[in-house]
């Protein structure tokens, strides 16, 4: 016997047994069998054989629901899995920030939290070397508040303009349909800002245990302003309470060829059996004064911090203790907006997360329609609007109420907020690339034997692609730091020596290359 096999086979794990549970629920059938009009289902009208199929309404009525049963898959972070829950303020912060969400200790607030894998398509790998997602609805009185993280506390660039290069690169090649090294080195190589954010990836954090193991950052430094309209400058962070624990890419491969769900699985099971995974939120704060001393541009989204330059402050705690009845009526139907925000919480002032605020709503309306907000998993506490119509669905679609504002019959009115601060500030970015964040998470971040395991995971991946982009790879990461330049460099010749002999046109198309443009005059200079 297979042991293993057996062992996976023989699963009494919640989400083995979530059908056998369902039928202890409910020990008899769950009603009568209707058509979607609501016709009950005669049982003749169940075969479809010698029969006149089509007068029979519930076989039409069934394939043709069937054949629309999918929606667009999102454009990243497709695969993923959902779970409700509630956030405890644990902390006094009101000398920070106003948000009625994160005042008054004891305060709970419902949330609905979405965890995804980036680059993954639906039904693809867990345990893919990918940035994870961990997207935070909270429903507060002021609104739906969305948190949307990722698992590095660094991004790959901070101009938006890049975001479609880079996800069509991490993403399948268009002519293979098939994952590619050399797209993903390409971009590294060509957008060297990436190289910080590419070590987190090569590094152990690369492949986490499971989504309750990781911790989680907005990365962007939020403005945010207490009752006084006095300005703050925070990093929020979630930080797990299981302990951060990550997989061996040998050890990965392994569940990953019994188990690609092995995440949303872990999740599940963990959430029926009651052992609630949590997290603190946290903000890493400055304040203007101190942003004024320091040597180094805080909103810079491809670097961290410095240590010493602020002080971090706990909020409170994320317990995720309610799996979805329905996956698709929350996973898949929910919208997370970065611009869902809430008043003392007017937010990151760098161009990539004003982007942001509109990239995803433009989305939303293209997977979910234009109506996304109403949908029940995205429904705030409170809402009064001047839209309407449009694709379901529409709720109420504010009835009788005025459609126009302002107007003299009492629809909906603004409120006025005094604290609110005048001004917001404007950032300056330079386009200039700093390796030395890179070299320090290196050299300072990573520990000896994971600074092995990121040479090894960087080795693994320059393999398959070109020897001309291996030398762009190896020239990168060697201004990045000398060492680790050196060591990739090394165990890569060895790991080609152990290699079949590659195939002489990968050797043409590898040979020194220029860059070209064109001049005014449409001539091709080099
Ligand atoms: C220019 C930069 C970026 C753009 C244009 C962008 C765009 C998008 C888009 C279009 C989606 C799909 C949304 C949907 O279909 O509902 C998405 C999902 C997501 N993004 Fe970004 N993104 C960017 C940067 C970031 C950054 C910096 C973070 C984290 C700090 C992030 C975290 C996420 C997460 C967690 C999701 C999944 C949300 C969910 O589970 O529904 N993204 N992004």
């Given at each position: 016997?297979?042991?293993?096999?057996?062992?996976?086979?023989n699963?009494?794990?919640?989400?083995?047994?979530?059908?056998?549970?369902?039928?202890?629920?409910?020990?008899?059938?769950?009603?009568?069998?209707?058509?979607?009009?609501?016709?009950?289902?005669?049982?003749?009208?169940?075969?479809?054989?010698?029969?006149?199929?089509?007068?029979?309404q519930?076989?039409?009525?069934?394939?043709?629901?069937?054949?629309?049963?999918?929606?667009p898959?999102?454009?990243?972070?497709?695969?993923?899995?959902?779970?409700?829950?509630?956030f405890?303020?644990?902390?006094?912060?009101?000398?920070?920030?106003?948000?009625?969400?994160?005042?008054?200790?004891?305060?709970?607030?419902?949330?609905?939290?979405?965890?995804?894998?980036?680059?993954?398509?639906?039904?693809?790998?867990?345990?893919?070397?990918?940035?994870?997602?961990?997207?935070?609805?909270?429903?507060?009185?002021?609104?739906?508040?969305?948190f949307?993280?990722?698992?590095?506390?660094?991004?790959?660039?901070?101009?938006?303009v890049?975001?479609?290069?880079?996800?069509?690169?991490?993403?399948?090649?268009?002519?293979?349909?098939?994952?590619?090294?050399s797209?993903?080195?390409?971009?590294?190589?060509?957008?060297p800002?990436?190289?910080?954010?590419?070590?987190?990836?090569y590094?152990d954090?690369?492949?986490?245990?499971?989504?309750?193991?990781?911790?989680?950052?907005?990365?962007?430094?939020?403005?945010?302003?207490?009752?006084?309209?006095?300005?703050?400058?925070?990093?929020?962070?979630?930080?797990?309470?299981?302990?951060?624990?990550?997989l061996?890419?040998?050890?990965?491969?392994?569940?990953?060829?019994?188990?690609p769900?092995?995440?949303?699985?872990?999740?599940y099971?963990?959430?029926?059996?009651?052992?609630?995974?949590?997290?603190?939120?946290?903000?890493?704060?400055?304040?203007?004064?101190?942003?004024?001393?320091?040597?180094?541009?805080p909103?810079?989204?491809?670097?961290?911090?410095k240590?010493?330059?602020?002080?971090?402050i706990?909020?409170?705690?994320?317990?995720?203790?309610?799996?979805?009845?329905?996956?698709?009526?929350?996973?898949?139907m929910?919208?997370?907006?970065?611009?869902?925000?809430?008043?003392?919480?007017?937010?990151?002032?760098?161009?990539?997360f004003?982007?942001?605020r509109?990239?995803?709503?433009?989305?939303?309306?293209?997977?979910?329609?234009?109506?996304?907000?109403?949908?029940?998993v995205?429904?705030?506490?409170?809402?009064?609007?001047?839209?309407?119509?449009?694709?379901?669905?529409?709720?109420?679609?504010?009835?009788?109420?005025p459609?126009?504002?302002?107007?003299?019959?009492?629809?909906?009115?603004?409120?006025?907020?005094?604290?609110?601060?005048?001004?917001?500030?404007?950032?300056?970015e330079?386009?200039?690339v700093?390796?030395?964040?890179?070299?320090?998470f290196?050299?300072?971040?990573?520990?000896?034997?994971?600074?092995?395991?990121?040479?090894?995971?960087?080795?693994?991946?320059?393999?398959?692609?070109?020897?001309?982009?291996?030398?762009?790879?190896?020239?990168?990461?060697?201004?990045?730091?000398?060492?680790?330049?050196?060591?990739?460099?090394?165990?890569?010749?060895?790991?080609?020596?152990?290699?079949?002999?590659?195939?002489?046109?990968?050797?043409?198309?590898?040979?020194?290359?220029?860059?070209?443009?064109?001049?005014?005059?449409?001539?091709?200079?080099?």
């Amino acid at each position: 016997i297979d042991y293993e096999l057996y062992e996976y086979f023989n699963r009494t794990d919640p989400a083995t047994r979530q059908l056998c549970d369902f039928e202890e629920q409910h020990p008899i059938p769950i009603g009568i069998l209707t058509t979607s009009s609501g016709k009950p289902v005669d049982i003749r009208e169940t075969i479809s054989l010698n029969s006149d199929a089509f007068s029979n309404q519930y076989h039409i009525d069934l394939l043709t629901h069937a054949n629309a049963e999918r929606i667009p898959e999102r454009v990243v972070h497709a695969k993923g899995t959902a779970a409700f829950g509630y956030f405890e303020v644990t902390n006094d912060v009101s000398q920070y920030i106003k948000s009625d969400v994160f005042n008054g200790i004891g305060k709970i607030t419902p949330t609905a939290v979405r965890f995804s894998t980036v680059n993954q398509n639906l039904g693809g790998n867990d345990l893919a070397r990918e940035t994870k997602g961990m997207a935070v609805k909270f429903y507060t009185k002021e609104g739906n508040l969305d948190f949307v993280a990722l698992n590095f506390p660094v991004f790959f660039f901070k101009d938006p303009v890049k975001f479609p290069f880079f996800f069509h690169a991490l993403k399948r090649n268009p002519k293979t349909n098939l994952f590619d090294l050399s797209m993903r080195w390409d971009f590294c190589t060509k957008n060297p800002e990436s190289i910080h954010a590419f070590l987190w990836l090569y590094s152990d954090y690369g492949i986490p245990n499971g989504y309750t193991k990781m911790d989680a950052f907005l990365i962007h430094t939020y403005e945010i302003n207490n009752k006084y309209g006095d300005k703050y400058f925070v990093k929020f962070n979630f930080r797990t309470e299981q302990g951060v624990e990550n997989l061996p890419s040998d050890e990965a491969e392994a569940i990953a060829a019994r188990d690609p769900d092995y995440f949303n699985r872990n999740l599940y099971n963990a959430i029926e059996n009651k052992m609630y995974p949590a997290w603190t939120l946290e903000m890493d704060v400055m304040s203007f004064v101190d942003i004024r001393n320091i040597d180094y541009n805080p909103f810079e989204i491809t670097r961290l911090w410095k240590m010493g330059t602020y002080h971090t402050i706990t909020i409170g705690r994320l317990v995720l203790d309610r799996n979805p009845d329905n996956f698709f009526r929350v996973s898949e139907m929910s919208a997370f907006n970065p611009g869902n925000l809430v008043p003392g919480i007017p937010g990151p002032m760098d161009n990539l997360f004003k982007s942001r605020r509109s990239s995803y709503r433009d989305t939303q309306v293209y997977r979910l329609g234009v109506n996304h907000n109403r949908i029940e998993v995205n429904t705030p506490l409170y809402w009064k609007v001047y839209d309407r119509d449009g694709k379901p669905p529409v709720r109420d679609n504010m009835m009788d109420a005025p459609n126009y504002y302002p107007n003299s019959f009492n629809g909906p009115v603004p409120y006025v907020d005094p604290s609110r601060p005048k001004e917001r500030y404007t950032i300056l970015e330079a386009n200039a690339v700093d390796l030395d964040h890179a070299a320090d998470f290196y050299n300072n971040y990573l520990q000896r034997d994971q600074r092995e395991r990121l040479v090894n995971n960087t080795v693994k991946s320059l393999v398959p692609v070109s020897p001309d982009l291996q030398r762009k790879a190896i020239r990168l990461l060697t201004l990045t730091d000398i060492n680790l330049g050196i060591q990739v460099s090394e165990m890569l010749h060895d790991a080609m020596q152990m290699s079949p002999i590659p195939d002489p046109r990968v050797l043409i198309v590898s040979r020194q290359k220029n860059n070209y443009y064109y001049d005014s005059s449409s001539q091709l200079v080099k």
